[in-house]
């Protein structure tokens, strides 16, 4: 780590002169609530948010992309997508970072994701430190996401008129000695940073009834859970949970056609494992066709199958979903539960 | 600046240009009706291509308009001459504009992918092959791959049930297996019509025709999702250990390579993982069958 003082002042420069040579994203004030938006002036940023509806995943994963565009003439060509635009991501929240940390590990080991990687090679994130919880939805402080050592290439923690700025990658050292009128930071300076981080750990409250080491073997003991019965009847089928979830990565792709039926584009797009249509085969025979299953899936995804395949939680307890459940379904109450039932059997 | 320690260099991305969801196109030289519903395509591979596949591995077959779907592989490696088979039922958007293409269209291809049959390990065994309906298509590599090594393996048995005559696939194959020596082909229908005088009844009502000798049998099935289990009580009811049982299973595998979520069991891809799994592998699974 290696640290630097930014006034809010030459914040604002900072931000006007990235704005000409990157495309900017970073949380706005929009209808009573907050989202990450791709910004043209400083002044649109609204740094101090709580959360935002959708997390900052759309600009790596955006809800529809082009894969590639094709042309059925002179025995069909293939074109490769358009090339995406260097980005800068400011004011993302450490959930947001460690579900950012999650796909780059999807979508860059394996089979590598050029259409991921290439986006991710062009971005720089810009996070920032939560100070205060953003409601009673969010359970960072459990999940171990309240805090961030790497996944950023700049990290902001608010002194009220300065930012402390922490350099997490070369790229960032770059970007702000380019861009931004720094000062060092001085004793003051630091003695600031370790009492403002030092008073905001007591704010945030543990919601987890159990250290969530113990999450992926709970889960593993509730795969037969009456819960996940009681969840399916609630349910809606709707999706919201997993629209609104920053780790969710799965995906659909289909064709469009242009209307000369001969040029067209295969297209990806965000897709939901709580939709009934989702392991449904041609023919007909759905895979995972009661809504409790569906729900036991999303659940054992985000605790233990995502963990065991990609050494990350596949939640970063950001409250999301529960804030979107319009039957209040929330990862918190349902992990307490299982916990429960599993301290009540044993 | 406050050097505390230093940071971590810039993250390194792999470097790679292949784009794992573009297609290559192949020309369709060859269509042969099969049934009502099904049409055997053979695929030209582009000049000098080999699919270098597996029995029991799956093709991303797009109708560029129409989309793409996942195919098994139905020729066996050791029949591919540049060229395969696909065994292609109407069931969906794809497949049926798939059905109304001609010799000389082309084809997107990705593929192949998943893991297929670990046949060498079958030799010096009996294998006991019980494909239901559609299923006969990804086993049908299989089989003629053993047929075409034929002496590497022990007693070859088929078992093999369709819905009705009309539904009986590869009836010639069918036809040259029965009079092979070194084949034992029993052959069922569920409802028989008035040309029928083989066998009436659903697959597993063929076990009782056999006898085996289970520790040196690998049972193989596939078929229609609720086919498994009862084929698995046969197999456990000769004897067959878990490990020597494998089992070909269908899931919606869209993208092939382990990252859309479609076609998940639990925690395993099957299109990375499977679509061919062990018994022994998927019996704590509780999606799996």
């Known amino acids: 780590m290696s640290l630097t003082i930014l006034s809010k002042q030459a914040f604002q420069d900072f931000v006007a002169r990235i704005l000409a040579d990157y495309r900017v994203a970073g949380p706005t004030s929009k209808d009573g609530g907050y989202i990450f938006e791709e910004i043209h002036d400083p002044a649109e940023l609204c740094m101090d948010y709580p959360t935002t509806l959708l997390p900052p995943k759309k600009f790596l994963l955006p809800t529809r992309e082009v894969l590639f565009k094709y042309t059925r003439q002179n025995g069909g060509v293939l074109k490769d997508a358009p090339e995406p635009p260097p980005t800068v991501i400011l004011g993302v929240h450490t959930c947001d970072l460690h579900a950012i940390q999650l796909l780059d590990t999807v979508f860059c080991s394996g089979h590598f994701d050029i259409h991921y990687m290439n986006r991710r090679k062009k971005t720089l994130i810009v996070s920032i430190e939560c100070l205060n919880p953003c409601d009673e939805h969010s359970f960072c402080k459990s999940m171990g996401t309240l805090t961030a050592d790497e996944g950023y290439d700049l990290h902001l923690t608010d002194l009220g008129d300065r930012y402390a700025v922490d350099v997490g990658t070369q790229a960032g050292e770059q970007l702000i000695s380019k861009y931004a009128t720094t000062k060092a930071a001085d004793k003051e300076d630091i003695q600031l940073l370790n009492a403002v981080i030092s008073a905001k750990w007591p704010k945030f409250p543990y919601r987890l009834d159990f250290d969530v080491s113990e999450l992926p073997s709970i889960l593993e003991l509730s795969m037969k859970s009456s819960l996940w019965q009681e969840l399916g009847d609630r349910c809606l089928a709707c999706a919201a949970c997993t629209n609104v979830c920053p780790t969710c990565f799965c995906f659909d792709v289909k064709d469009e056609v242009e209307l000369n039926l001969v040029d067209g584009q295969r297209v990806r797009m965000w897709d939901s494992c709580q939709l009934d249509e989702f392991a449904t085969v041609a023919g007909g025979h759905n895979f995972r066709a009661s809504r409790a299953l569906r729900q036991r899936h999303r659940f054992m995804r985000k605790g233990k199958y995502i963990l065991d395949a990609h050494k990350h939680l596949g939640c970063v307890g950001c409250g999301r979903c529960a804030r979107a459940c319009l039957v209040d379904i929330t990862p918190v109450g349902v992990f307490n539960e299982l916990y429960r039932q599993q301290e009540a059997g044993s | ?289």
Not at chain 2, 98 to 120: A, I, T
Not at chain 2, 253 to 268: A, E, T, W, Y
């Open chain 2, 1 to 289: 600046m406050v050097a505390i320690a230093s940071y971590p260099q810039t993250k390194v991305y792999p470097n790679t240009e292949q784009d794992i969801y573009l297609p290559y196109f192949a020309e369709i030289v060859d269509i042969r009706p099969m049934t009502a519903l099904e049409k055997v395509f053979t695929i030209e591979l582009p000049k000098g291509m080999s699919l270098g596949h597996r029995p029991g591995q799956f093709m991303e077959v797009s109708v560029f308009g129409i989309g793409e779907a996942p195919i098994s592989i139905s020729s066996s490696p050791s029949r591919s001459n540049g060229t395969f088979e696909l065994c292609v039922r109407k069931v969906g958007d794809v497949t049926t504009a798939l059905h109304n293409l001609k010799p000389g269209d082309k084809v997107g291809l990705r593929g192949p992918f998943g893991r297929g049959f670990p046949y060498e390990n079958f030799r010096g065994k009996d294998i006991l092959f019980v494909p239901g309906g559609l299923g006969l298509a990804p086993l049908r590599s299989l089989i003629n791959q053993v047929l075409d090594e034929r002496a590497h393996y022990g007693r070859v048995i088929i078992l093999y049930g369709a819905r009705n005559p009309g539904e009986l696939l590869f009836k010639d194959e069918l036809k040259a297996w029965g009079e092979r020596d070194d084949v034992e082909l029993h052959v069922t229908v569920d409802r028989g019509d008035e040309t029928w005088t083989g066998n009436v009844g659903v697959v597993t009502t063929l076990f009782k025709h056999i006898s085996i000798y289970p520790r040196n049998t690998v049972g193989i099935t596939c078929g229609p999702p609720v086919m498994y289990r009862f084929v698995l009580m046969e197999f456990f009811g000769k004897g067959i250990s878990e490990g020597n049982i494998y089992l070909s299973l269908e899931r919606r595998m869209k993208c092939g390579v382990g990252k859309c979520g479609h076609c998940q069991i639990n925690n395993v891809y099957a299109c990375q993982s499977g679509p061919v799994f062990s018994y022994r592998e998927i019996k704590g699974l509780e999606e799996a069958l």
